[in-house]
């Protein structure tokens, strides 16, 4: 336990921010599963719509530190191809 007074302090701000951040990272990721779900469903308008609000949040928790900005930009990256390979035709297979 801390003893001094600003260590008392701290420890509250922490607690505090660990809250704020872990409901912040749990919509992103409850945000990023509403869009794999449309995906998996093949529903690309929905996707779409998804993606845009996870796009917004990842970008917000990047931009506030609560994750790293790179791996904001790796999840929609990878959102986005998901979304891109369901508008595309299935490719015929060969053999």
Do not use: W, Y
């Not at 690309?44 to 970008?59: H, N, P, Y």
């Amino acid at each position: 336990m801390p003893n001094t007074e600003s260590a008392k302090k701290r420890l509250r701000q922490d607690i505090s921010r660990r809250e704020r951040n872990r409901s912040f990272v749990r919509s992103v990721r409850s945000q990023c599963r509403k869009v794999l779900e449309a995906v998996e469903a093949g529903n690309v308008e929905q996707a779409e719509t998804e993606f845009r609000m996870a796009a917004k949040k990842l970008d917000r928790a990047g931009a506030r530190k609560v994750i790293h900005r790179n791996a904001a930009a790796r999840t929609k990256s990878r959102l986005s191809a998901k979304i891109k390979a369901l508008k595309q035709p299935a490719a015929p297979t060969a053999g």
